[in-house]
């Protein structure tokens, strides 16, 4: 009798430091530069592909409609642009490919890489501006969460964050009309 209960305790703790998966929240991954930035007052439509979806019983993902509001809210906050859109008419199309998130599958700490292709154009006349790859790295710590799957999520949403300042620095530096 002591030992299965032991060995459901066992389990217990197990799955609580587990736990289920989260996919990383847009809000998390927003990145406003301490610097001034060159400020366009032109629309600009931002897209993302390449992201997964998180299922409750797997690993923690970025999806592509998180990341594309992530970076929209933080060329918002940043005033990169007049006004980041999802759709609709605008000079300039932003289009970002998730091209691989490297996800650690246990650990004490979490260390999460990411890299997205970027593609910044103008609308019209149809012209490419900015073609960059952009990698980025984040850590959780355990002492930042203890359950596993939080370490996880926070780890991605550190390596989009800092992956999106880097496009921020990147695209101020260009003089948009």
Request: glycine share 6%; net charge neutral.
């Amino acid at each position: 009798m002591m030992k299965s209960a032991t060995s459901i305790l066992i389990v217990l703790l197990a799955w609580a430091a587990v736990g289920c998966a989260s996919s990383a929240k847009p809000e998390a991954m927003i990145s406003v530069p301490a610097t001034p930035v060159h400020r366009s007052a032109s629309d600009v439509v931002v897209t993302a592909i390449g992201g997964k979806e998180t299922s409750a019983m797997l690993v923690s993902q970025i999806s592509n409609e998180d990341f594309a509001l992530a970076l929209r809210d933080s060329f918002d906050k940043a005033g990169l642009f007049k006004k980041a859109l999802a759709s609709g008419p605008a000079s300039y199309a932003l289009d970002a490919f998730i091209v691989q998130l490297n996800q650690p599958m246990f650990g004490a700490s979490m260390t999460v890489s990411m890299e997205v292709s970027y593609t910044l154009s103008r609308t019209e006349p149809k012209e490419v501006i900015l073609k960059k790859g952009i990698s980025s790295t984040y850590t959780a710590s355990f002492g930042e969460a203890f359950v596993a799957a939080t370490r996880l999520q926070m780890a991605n949403e550190g390596a989009a964050r800092k992956n999106v300042e880097q496009i921020i620095r990147e695209i101020s530096s260009l003089k948009l009309d």
